[in-house]
């Protein structure tokens, strides 16, 4: 592994299945991150952690859980899918705990929930 | 919370030619400005980024300006080449604890051979 990887890379879900999209880092950061982006919309902060161990809820949180059991995952999990959750999913890391520095982001998983 | 505002979404320039993205930040607190360029199918990736304690900052073709007064920052690439064309996002983030990253919109730069 090299870097930030995701899993899957792209995923078609029914609603109101459940599903835990994977991130694994393998360069020892202490943040990591998970966002959305939506056209027109940007990136939007879903979930953040700054260290194994501890989370934070970001901009737009509901419908989403993350832990962080060890410094290398930080899995995002959708409990009950909704429409809405269709969207590409990117994964990010930094080294830093805080948000001023350079940021690591995954290749992505599009998400499809119909 | 930080609103960043950028522009303008697209852009189309000619090879050879300049390129300017703008955005604006709200939250005058905020001291870090980064840029990122995303090509088709993969994942942002930081190009260039400045601090609120410089104005301007350069890194070969890329260059990034800052007016913390008019709280206003600006990408700009100059002799533009084809695979320069991507999405570009700005952001801003404040320093102390976390502080939380907030993109822009986007720009989808074209550039025509």
């Known amino acids: 592994i090299a870097g930030i990887t995701q899993a899957p890379t792209s995923q078609i879900l029914a609603a109101g299945r459940r599903m835990t999209l994977r991130c694994t880092q393998d360069?020892?950061?202490?943040?990591m991150y998970w966002y959305r982006q939506d056209l027109g919309l940007g990136l939007r902060l879903i979930h953040y952690s700054n260290t194994a161990g501890t989370t934070g809820k970001g901009e737009v949180p509901d419908g989403y859980s993350v832990s962080r059991a060890n410094t290398d995952d930080f899995p995002l999990t959708l409990a009950s899918a909704v429409p809405s959750q269709t969207s590409v999913y990117f994964c990010?890391?930094?080294?830093?705990?805080?948000?001023?520095?350079?940021?690591?982001f995954g290749p992505g998983t599009r998400l499809t929930v119909l | 919370g930080e609103n960043v505002e950028q522009h303008p979404s697209t852009l189309s320039v000619q090879e050879g030619d300049s390129a300017v993205i703008k955005c604006t930040y709200s939250?005058?607190?905020?001291?870090?400005f980064p840029w990122y360029k995303q090509e088709l199918g993969k994942g942002p990736q930081l190009i260039i980024d400045i601090r609120s304690n410089v104005g301007e900052k350069k890194d070969q073709r890329i260059a990034v300006t800052l007016n913390k007064t008019a709280k206003h920052f600006s990408l700009h690439i100059t002799e533009t080449q084809p695979e320069d064309s991507a999405v570009y996002f700005c952001a801003a983030s404040g320093s102390g604890g976390y502080q939380k990253v907030t993109f822009g919109i986007g720009t989808k730069l074209q550039v025509i051979p």
């Open positions: 990010a890391s930094s080294p830093a705990s805080g948000g001023a520095g350079e940021q690591f």
């Open positions: 939250d005058s607190a905020s001291n870090y």
């Open positions: 360069m020892r950061h202490n943040a």
